[in-house]
């Protein structure tokens, strides 16, 4: 079962790739991607052009900038294949009014290149600075061993944590003999709010509290953004970072320690942005070992860092400039190359690296409908609903902010029980279910969900549950969940089980194990009939079908993949979800009628999905691919939302055209955004039109 090809880009991509041939000679590969296009292309395929750099004439040029940059332009574009191919992708992507996008991705057996201040290259044409062009956005592509996905959020969702590192007693450090400046902790933090004035932000700033253990216990609580001001240094070919001890003087950390502490967090920041003195290197070839790389290794996709001893000044005048323009778009390279232009005539204005793993370079998007006209269908959706033609499917998403994601699951279980397949499996929650399964027992997975989505739950929100319930006890799961969704409900009006209850749907169909919705249609005066999907021998010995016919007063809840009140109901590993798809697709009579009438009659509304999960695809070819698609494809109300995934989907009219085809060309509107996102503004919008 493949993965659906949804990676269309909207914009010219091209990445320049640089690797060892030989002592004193490197290859260079180029991949370039056309926008609206998921094909890579190599423009060298014929050739392998050799690359030989004069490091001592580089080292004589360290003080001359442009010569520097000349000189180091002359070398990558020595060979006319490579010059000729860069040509060639500026072109295309000035034909169709874009930016290019350049990742320079260097292999890391070759630490020498990236020592090199490859934010002083050229453009071979015209000899202007590549880093500053409004034409071309620049970042230097880090891979990291951590394979947690890198997923966008929304623009108004966004958190930030601001870090002023100021010991009291600086005075008496020093780096490479020079005294560490003192730290204006007031204006950095004017600078700070300023900034990021439209993003709910954490201070951590004054004497004792920019404590390692105070940022990490921050970070915790879901940080976006972590923008640190402190002093750091490379010593003896280690990062260092002056941060506070709690009585204000001096506590200096090795990265080794924030790092670790990193990869503990249930999920990174997005981004770093480290105002900080040689926290990209200092020129030396231990440049891997600086601050900014280490946090890219260790999870963070997008690092801002100071290659060198940048000045206050520059600093002072990049960083607000830097964060304002990420506010615009949420483009990281675009608003690194306007935030280099603005202090460009200073000598370090080449300071700040950008390395990123993201090959959009989106760090966040603007929830809403594709398409060039937006939404124009509200009123037929609220009609739908209205008059019971509408059916709710439920994804994993909705349950993300609770208890956490699939993704974290796998990734938890791969690393504590040793899941021995590539690394880029390991989020693959029924991939590895279906390793403990084999290599423990067929209940083990079963078991384990429960403790883990118990353990989720009281760690984030133990201190305001009751104490009875964060003990372990046959039935407290159940009671647990209960519990939490009473509690979102009453902090949250925009809970998505609330606005869902709240809305007069007949049938509810949900491939997500809890009983959340069920909870929220109760607290909201209805009463729920519960049924499961009789899938296998266990589920249809134990459980039937509800008796009653749903109406929006006793709406049928209908699980596909199970409930966590019966394990053995679950589809959980590889074989569950392939007998699940034989014996749907195989008995006719699985399905209720009810059910196969709405999936073929009535507008569909899919909450929570991603296109290669696993549940989204089994449902689509057991259910979707059934009788009724020409009466389906009257709709033309469809609603389908998906969470947006850096590195699975990066353009939604490419997405939207890939699921016309999948839905049997049915007329799909597609929101680029959260299901909270969209639920809230439906139920806006319901509210709106009466």
């Known amino acids: ?69 000349a000189t180091l332009s002359a070398s990558l574009f020595a060979d006319p294949a490579v010059r000729a191919a860069y040509a060639r992708a500026r072109g295309i992507a000035s034909g169709v009014g874009q930016p290019l996008h350049l990742r320079l991705a260097i292999d890391a057996g070759t630490p020498e290149l990236h020592a090199l201040r490859w934010e002083l290259l050229r453009d071979p044409e015209d000899a202007t600075p590549v880093s500053l062009s409004s034409q071309i956005y620049f970042s230097r592509y880090l891979a990291s061993s951590d394979w947690r996905a890198v997923y966008s959020r929304a623009r108004g969702a966004l958190r930030a944590l601001v870090v002023i590192a100021a010991p009291t007693d600086l005075a008496r450090f020093s780096s490479g003999g020079v005294p560490l400046s003192v730290i204006d902790t007031a204006a950095e933090q004017s600078r700070a709010e300023t900034s990021l004035a439209s993003i709910t932000t954490t201070i951590l700033a004054g004497s004792g509290q920019a404590t390692l253990m105070a940022i990490i216990d921050a970070l915790r609580e879901g940080v976006d953004i972590l923008y640190l001001v402190a002093h750091g240094a490379l010593r003896q070919s280690t ?59 260790a999870g963070i996709p997008v690092v801002v860092a100071m290659h060198g001893n940048v000045s206050l000044e520059t600093a002072a005048r990049f960083a607000p400039r830097l964060v304002q323009e990420l506010l615009r778009d949420g483009q990281i390279d675009r608003a690194v190359a306007v935030a280099r232009a603005a202090v460009g005539s200073a000598p370090d204005a080449w300071m700040p690296v950008l390395f990123s793993r993201l090959k959009s370079g989106r760090l966040w ?89 118990r353990q989720s739950m009281v760690n984030r929100f133990g201190s305001q549950l009751a104490p009875e319930l964060r003990e372990s006890r046959p039935g407290a799961l159940g009671r647990l969940i209960e519990a939490v969704g009473t509690l979102r409900r009453s902090n949250d009006s ?100 009810t059910v196969r009438d709405v999936l073929a009659d009535s507008a569909l509304l899919f909450l929570g999905f991603q296109l290669d999960d696993w549940s989204f695809r089994v449902l689509f070819r057991s259910l979707m691919a059934r009788q009724g698609g020409k009466r389906r494809s009257r709709y033309a109300h469809v609603a ?47 509210a709106r039109l009466g």
Not at 255 to 283: F, H, K, N, Y
Not at 379 to 390: D, V
Not at 648 to 669: K, T, V
Not at 671 to 685: A, I, V
């Open 1 to 69: 079962m493949s993965s659906p090809q949804a990676s269309l880009v909207d914009h010219a991509d091209l990445e320049i790739s640089l690797r060892r041939y030989d002592i004193a000679r490197y290859t260079v590969d180029l991949r370039f991607s056309q926008p609206s296009s998921d094909a890579e292309n190599q423009p060298l395929q014929s050739s392998r052009p050799l690359v030989t750099i004069d490091f001592t004439e580089l080292r004589a040029l360290a003080l001359d900038p442009d010569a520097y940059g």
């Open 239 to 297: 990062p260092h970072l002056w941060l506070e001890a709690s009585d204000g003087s001096a506590s200096v950390i090795h990265a080794d320690e924030l790092v670790t502490q990193l990869r503990m967090l249930p999920a990174c920041p997005r981004l770093a942005i480290l105002i900080s003195c040689q926290s990209a290197g200092d020129g030396g070839e231990d440049a891997l070992e600086a601050l900014g790389p280490r946090l890219t290794e």
């Open 365 to 453: 998007y603007v929830p809403g409908f594709t398409g060039p006209r937006g939404f124009s269908k509200w009123p037929a959706i609220a009609n739908s609903i209205q008059k019971g033609r509408c059916t709710p499917i439920l994804g994993a998403g909705l349950l993300e902010p609770i208890l956490g994601s699939t993704h974290s699951i796998a990734r938890h279980w791969a690393e504590t029980y040793g899941f021995p397949l590539d690394p880029h499996e390991r989020e693959d929650l029924p991939q590895v279910a279906q390793f403990l399964a084999v290599n423990q027992d067929s209940a083990f997975p079963r078991d384990q969900l429960a403790r883990f989505l």
């Open 494 to 593: 925009g809970d998505p089980h609330q606005v869902l209850a709240s809305l007069p749907f007949a049938i509810y169909l949900t491939t997500n194990p809890d009983s959340l919705l069920e909870s929220a249609l109760r607290a909201a005066g209805r009463a729920p009939q519960v049924a499961l999907c009789p899938w296998n021998e266990y589920v249809e010995q134990r459980l039937g079908s509800a008796d009653d016919e749903p109406t929006a007063s006793q709406p049928l809840v209908y699980h596909l993949f199970g409930t966590l009140d019966e394990p053995d109901s679950l589809v959980l590993t590889e074989d569950d979800y392939f007998d699940f798809l034989i014996g749907v697709t195989s008995r006719n009579n699985l399905i209720p009628d």
């Open 640 to 686: 389908v939302q998906i969470t947006p995934d850096e590195g699975r989907i990066m353009a939604p009219a490419q997405a939207r055209q890939y699921l016309e085809s999948y839905f049997q060309g049915a007329d799909i509107s597609i929101y680029w955004g959260s299901s909270e996102e969209f639920l809230r503004e439906l139920r806006d919008q319901m």
